[in-house]
């Protein structure tokens, strides 16, 4: 086990998850390309949602952390990744100070959108901030009750991706529908990896995932489809992005396939976290590449 000293800086590197700051980088990245391709491109405004979807990553991620472990979700037989609380690498009194900072910070960062998307964005902002406490916590978290997989389309995909564009082109485009579902599904699979492999401690934690509630071979197929569906999506953008978008999803979907199968053959324990990379690397390939494709 990991040697951390309580409430360090190490200590909150780690509860920040860095790896999973790539699901918050790609719709960004993707809304950028969007605009880049439509003559739209403003730099400052792309930054600064960069830096505030990144921001409520780490947000979540603590949120997640600290009530997860207060419900006695983490317990000692957790197959994933380690989590700060249970370790006792943070203190939950010293993780709610670490929340209440980093959520004002994004507030604050993400305010200033406002100057080139308009008032309404304080909407926009004020959602991800109370969804991001209620994944997990409150009378109803909503993680714990199977809407996870829904909530990831409309914060990985729809909000961000659209709102990446919005502020710089204050336009919505038919392109930026299919861009923000085929994000949203492509950061899904990820959570379709967490819940497939914890369906077992999720059942007995009363977590109620879609997987725990429809079964394993549900969650093993449903990871297949939505690197298919993913791959379907981006054949929309080869008026744009030509010869090389359709490039793009082929290869895309041999990775996602490889992966599949490798999911299939481990189907339990603890070696599922190396499908968690895999389906990363996936989604990091299909962002960037699609990007590009677009952008050219």
């Known amino acids: 086990m990991e040697t951390v000293k309580r409430n360090s800086v190490k200590a909150w590197l780690l509860a920040a998850r860095p790896k999973t700051l790539a699901g918050a980088a790609c719709p960004v990245i993707l809304g950028t390309a969007l605009?880049?391709?439509?003559?739209?491109?403003?730099?400052?405004?792309?930054?600064?949602?960069?830096?505030?979807?990144?921001?409520?990553?780490?947000?979540?991620?603590?949120?997640?952390?600290?009530?997860?472990?207060?419900?006695?979700?983490?317990?000692?037989?957790?197959?994933?990744?380690?989590?700060?609380?249970?370790?006792?690498?943070?203190?939950?009194?010293?993780?709610?100070?670490?929340?209440?900072?980093?959520?004002?910070?994004?507030?604050?960062?993400?305010?200033?959108?406002?100057?080139?998307?308009?008032?309404?964005?304080?909407?926009?902002?004020?959602?991800?901030?109370?969804?991001?406490?209620?994944?997990?916590?409150?009378?109803?978290?909503?993680?714990?009750?199977?809407?996870?997989?829904?909530?990831?389309?409309i914060f990985f995909g729809f909000i961000p991706v659209g709102c990446t564009y919005y502020v710089q082109a204050l336009n919505w485009t038919p392109a930026v529908t299919v861009a923000s579902l085929l994000c949203g599904i492509v950061v899904d699979t990820l959570l379709v990896v967490n819940n497939y492999r914890d369906r077992d401690q999720d059942a007995e934690s009363g977590k109620k995932t879609i997987i725990v509630r429809f079964g394993e071979p549900f969650g093993r197929y449903l990871y297949l489809a939505l690197g298919i569906i993913a791959a379907i999506l981006t054949l929309y953008f080869i008026p744009v992005g030509g010869i090389p978008t359709a490039i793009v999803a082929a290869l895309y979907l041999?990775?996602?396939?490889?992966?599949?199968?490798?999911?299939?053959?481990?189907?339990?324990?603890?070696?599922?976290?190396s499908i968690l990379g895999e389906s990363s690397r996936n989604m990091l390939f299909l962002a960037f590449f699609l990007s590009i494709t677009i952008c050219i």
């Open 254 to 273: 041999v990775l996602h396939y490889q992966t599949w199968r490798k999911l299939c053959i481990i189907h339990s324990g603890k070696q599922l976290n």
């Open 35 to 153: 605009a880049i391709s439509d003559n739209e491109f403003k730099w400052l405004p792309a930054l600064i949602c960069l830096v505030f979807a990144g921001l409520m990553q780490i947000a979540a991620n603590f949120i997640n952390d600290l009530f997860d472990y207060l419900k006695g979700t983490d317990r000692e037989d957790r197959l994933g990744p380690l989590r700060a609380c249970a370790q006792g690498w943070i203190s939950p009194s010293a993780m709610k100070k670490g929340i209440a900072v980093i959520v004002i910070l994004a507030s604050l960062i993400g305010c200033s959108l406002i100057w080139w998307g308009g008032w309404e964005l304080i909407i926009v902002g004020i959602l991800c901030v109370l969804f991001a406490f209620f994944y997990t916590t409150g009378p109803y978290p909503l993680s714990y009750h199977g809407w996870g997989d829904a909530l990831v389309i």
